[in-house]
């Protein structure tokens, strides 16, 4: 869209896709978050009448897989700060600004985003990715949304399972080390279960929740 383009529709939400570049085990690739959050902001978008959908952000918080090839990050204080602004900037032909993000290690910068807003009388939504009962990364879950939403960029042959510890039982070292002291492939789950089937079902529901999440706040 133009600058008159936007100016002439009425009052739009704008939805932010935001990602990760970030490794996900051997098989799939540094943008899956990406990915995932354009693939859930394209389907809010069609469900949101006033929805636009602008630029994605793909680098965000990924300290905790520092050391595997491909990672970037610009951290959690600097990503609050990049949603911040980005809301004091937005001007009066957006009615809200929506944060659909995909990934769980965004949350905190996109929390703080939020809270700094509201305490300036601006209104920041968002929505995260959680799928109930999910193995953490790269694994089924993952890998199944990626074989729906990109199954070209899947490398099949490359998947392997990687850690199946709960969560609590490894959270000590992923906060002291990071991912790279837990996992040699930087796989939680097992991804070589995952079929495209489960992944359009995972989307619907990444959908549905997103939706909640974003059409709620605009009724508060
Ligand atoms: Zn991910």
Request: aromatic fraction near 2%.
């Given at each position: 869209m133009?600058?008159?383009e936007?100016?002439e529709?009425?009052p739009l939400?704008l939805?932010?896709?935001?990602?990760?570049?970030e490794?996900h085990?051997?098989h799939?690739p540094l943008d899956?978050?990406?990915?995932?959050?354009?693939a859930v902001?394209?389907?809010v978008?069609?469900?949101i009448?006033d929805a636009?959908?602008?630029?994605t952000?793909?680098?965000g918080a990924s300290?905790?897989?520092?050391g595997?090839?491909?990672?970037?990050s610009?951290g959690t204080?600097?990503?609050?700060t990049?949603?911040?602004e980005?809301?004091?900037?937005?001007?009066p032909?957006?009615?809200?600004?929506?944060?659909?993000?995909?990934?769980?290690?965004?949350?905190?910068?996109?929390?703080k985003?939020?809270?700094a807003?509201?305490?300036e009388?601006?209104e920041?939504v968002?929505?995260t990715v959680n799928?109930?009962?999910a193995?953490p990364?790269?694994?089924h879950s993952?890998?199944s949304?990626?074989?729906a939403?990109?199954?070209d960029?899947?490398?099949?042959?490359?998947?392997?399972p990687g850690v199946?510890s709960?969560?609590?039982?490894i959270?000590?070292?992923?906060?002291d080390?990071?991912?790279?002291?837990v996992?040699?492939?930087?796989?939680?789950g097992?991804?070589?279960t995952a079929?495209?089937?489960?992944?359009?079902e995972?989307l619907?529901r990444l959908?549905?929740?997103?939706?909640?999440a974003i059409?709620?706040?605009s009724?508060?």
């Open positions: 133009t600058t008159v936007v100016e529709r009425p939400t939805l932010i896709p935001l990602g990760s570049t490794q085990g051997p799939l899956t978050d990406t990915r995932i959050a354009e902001a394209a389907r978008a069609e469900s009448a636009v959908i602008g630029p952000i793909s680098i300290g905790e897989h520092h595997f090839a491909g990672t970037l610009v204080k600097v990503l609050a990049m949603l911040v980005m809301a004091r900037t937005a001007g032909e957006f009615t809200r600004i929506a944060v659909v993000n995909a990934h769980g290690g965004n949350a905190d910068a996109v929390a985003a939020r809270d807003c509201r305490s009388g601006r920041l968002s929505w799928v109930p009962g193995d990364h790269a694994g993952e890998t949304l990626m074989l939403i990109a199954p960029l899947v490398r099949l042959d490359r998947a392997e199946l709960p969560l609590s039982e959270m000590g070292i992923l906060i080390e990071g991912l790279i002291g996992s040699d492939n930087g796989v939680l097992d991804p070589t079929t495209a089937e489960d992944g359009r995972i619907d959908v549905a929740n997103a939706i909640r059409g709620d706040d009724v508060s």
